[in-house]
């Protein structure tokens, strides 16, 4: 069973950088594909980014591309989020999840639901 850790979350004002870390134990990272997705006041969860655990494969939604970067770093077992230019409507708890299936898109992962998650982590922008 992987367990899933976020840090980095925090109180930000918009156009500010903040970067998120998901650190994971108990499964090999490099066998994982990894997500990290968020949930603001009264709205669904939704994805944000998701990577392949080749890293071949990256899902962002689309009112992040060119401002949040997913990457993972397979020999520290950390997923990182990399945040720039926030803005007010990305306040939201954030989580990271994993996937250890095989042989199924990120589109798939996404639709059905991630196998693992975290507990999350706040993150407010103000203006």
């Known amino acids: 069973q992987v367990q899933l850790v976020e840090s980095g979350g925090g109180s930000v004002q918009a156009g500010d950088s903040l970067r998120l870390s998901c650190t994971t134990s108990?499964?090999?990272?490099?066998?994982?594909?990894m997500g990290w997705f968020r949930q603001a006041p009264g709205k669904e969860r939704e994805a944000v980014a998701a990577i392949t655990s080749s890293g071949g494969n990256i899902y962002y939604k689309d009112s992040v591309k060119g401002r949040f970067t997913i990457s993972r770093d397979n020999a520290k077992n950390t997923v990182f989020l990399q945040m720039d230019n926030v803005k007010p409507e990305d306040t939201a708890v954030y989580y990271c999840?994993?996937?250890?299936?095989?042989?199924?898109?990120?589109?798939?992962?996404?639709?059905?639901?991630?196998?693992?998650w975290g507990q999350g982590t706040q993150v407010t922008v103000s203006s």
């Open positions: 999840a994993s996937d250890a299936r095989r042989g199924v898109t990120l589109a798939t992962m996404i639709l059905e639901g991630f196998g693992s």
């Open positions: 108990g499964q090999t990272l490099s066998n994982l594909a």
